[in-house]
Antibody, heavy 119, light 110 residues
Framework: EVQVVESGGGLVQPGGSLRLSCAAS????????MSWVRQAPGKGLEWVSG????????YYGDSVKGRFTISRDNSKNTVHLQVNSLRAEDTAVYYC????????????WGQGTLVTVSS | QSVLTQPPSASGTPGQRVTISCSGS????????VSWYHQLPGTAPKLLIF???QRSSGVPDRFSASKSGTSASLAISGLRSEDETDYFC???????????FGGGTRLTVL
């Protein structure tokens, strides 16, 4: 059974940092791209960042470029998202998601971790 | 403002057939696969349809989907009360190098 579990969210002040983690199981992790998608309260989904199965390719949404960094550890089946210089508009539930194939939209999503940016 | 355009709401009575549209452009729907999801409040999205028209495991055949040009649609026939939730579409966008999503359609079963 495929499982994707996020952790690391919390309350942080503007300008602060967090490291979000995603632990995956139930599939050959290194064969699949993984991504982070966020959903602000009452809003739609926004793709944040993605990383290829090998980790060689990374992509970022315009709103987070230069502030967020995605990485993965295929030996531990984990993906991380380092989020820096946080702003109020980064407040959202952050979902980790597994691509169906290459960069096709995801087939599995985690339950999400809430990041709240507030003073 | 979502890249893919969906109607914010749709409705139908039990047993009816409803369709939800998803409009994009040549860089996303026009050149890549479309997926459809439903999402109950406070929960993670769940895959319904992948590769434009393929039902995910366990999804009843009351759900179907299609794609034509830069638009896609999801159809739900034999509407049931448990179908009342949010639905959204997604595709890879070649110009943005990322997934793009529809804003979601809230389906009400009257």
């Amino acid at each position: 059974e495929v499982q994707v579990v996020e952790s690391g969210g919390g309350l942080v002040q503007p300008g602060g940092s967090l490291r979000l983690s995603c632990a995956a199981s139930g599939f050959t992790f290194s064969n699949f791209a993984m991504s982070w998608v966020r959903q602000a309260p009452g809003k739609g989904l926004e793709w944040v960042s993605g990383i290829s199965g090998s980790g060689d390719s990374t992509y970022y949404g315009d709103s987070v470029k230069g502030r967020f960094t995605i990485s993965r550890d295929n030996s531990k089946n984990t993906v991380h998202l380092q989020v820096n210089s946080l702003r109020a508009e980064d407040t959202a539930v952050y979902y980790c998601a597994k691509s169906f194939f290459r960069w096709e939209p995801p087939d599995y999503w985690g339950q999400g971790t809430l990041v709240t940016v507030s003073s | 403002q979502s890249v893919l355009t969906q109607p914010p709401s749709a409705s139908g009575t039990p047993g009816q057939r409803v369709t939800i549209s998803c409009s994009g452009s040549s860089s996303n729907i026009g050149s890549n696969y479309v997926s459809w999801y439903h999402q109950l409040p406070g929960t993670a999205p769940k895959l319904l349809i992948f590769r434009n028209d393929q039902r995910s495991s366990g999804v009843p055949d009351r759900f179907s989907a299609s794609k034509s040009g830069t638009s896609a649609s999801l159809a739900i026939s034999g509407l049931r009360s448990e179908d009342e939730t949010d639905y959204f579409c997604a595709a890879w966008d070649d110009s943005l190098s990322g997934w793009v999503f529809g804003g979601g359609t809230r389906l009400t079963v009257l």
